[in-house]
């Protein structure tokens, strides 16, 4: 079974700041997914980014970029130039093979950041 | 473009009561999962349904069960609640087949709350 561990209960940085949060996971898969998921206070999940396991460049998303590192099954988020409205729990997930449908989502226990003005 | 949609958005219901919590998929969308999320902690996943049956399910115990309708809308149903099933319960919905590429599209959730 696969697991994702998210060693940050909580951080806090300033504006304008970078942030870079932590995710370890645990699998025997060769070819999956990992997502990095932000949850505001308004409790929806939002997809920040997605790494596909199979390629090696990492992915980037304006503010947001990744450090994907397969051999150690490590995958962090950092946040460029943080803003305020980037405070939020935020989840590592992994997703496997697709089986009947669509594949299910494993997440991390969260981190949850506070940006300070 | 209407998202996933979720109701009720709160509920309140006694130890040993049934309960049944909606969800209608983003438009377009044809695989529905729901997860629970306990305060604090990350989304566990409960099952899913693709064509109106279940695919896959997670560690749940059948007090859990559900139904997909052939809008793609669905329903959870937790029998026999007991205080642990207070939670927020998330709907996800995607194409089947296409979670990889853009991943799940959430509700709000629908937050459980048993006394």
């Known amino acids: 079974a696969q697991t994702v561990t998210q060693s940050q209960p909580e951080m806090s940085v300033q504006e304008a700041e970078t942030v870079t949060l932590s995710c370890t996971y645990d699998t025997s898969e060769n070819n999956y997914y990992l997502f990095w998921y932000k949850q505001p206070p308004s409790r929806q999940m939002i997809l920040v980014i997605r790494q596909e396991a199979y390629k090696q460049q990492n992915a980037t998303e304006n503010r947001f970029s990744v450090n994907f590192q397969k051999a150690a099954k490590s995958f962090s988020l950092k946040i460029s130039d943080s803003q305020l409205g980037d405070t939020a729990m935020y989840f590592c997930?992994?997703?496997?093979?697709?089986?009947?449908?669509?594949?299910?989502?494993?997440f991390g226990q969260g981190t949850r950041l506070t940006i300070n003005p | 473009d209407a998202g996933v949609t979720q109701s009720p958005t709160h509920l309140i219901k006694t130890r040993g009561q049934q309960v049944t919590l909606r969800c209608s998929p983003k438009s377009g969308h044809d695989t529905v999962s729901w997860y629970q999320q306990a305060l604090g902690q990350g989304p566990q996943f409960i099952f899913q349904y693709y064509e109106e049956e279940e695919r896959q399910r997670g560690n749940f115990p059948d007090r859990f069960s559900g139904h997909q309708f052939p809008n793609y809308s669905s329903e959870l149903n937790v029998n026999a609640l007991l205080l642990g099933d207070s939670a927020l319960y998330l709907c996800a919905s995607s194409p089947a087949g296409w979670t990889t590429r853009y991943g799940y599209t959430f509700g709000s959730g629908t937050r459980l709350t048993v006394v």
């Open positions: 997930a992994f997703s496997g093979v697709i089986i009947q449908g669509a594949q299910k989502l494993v």
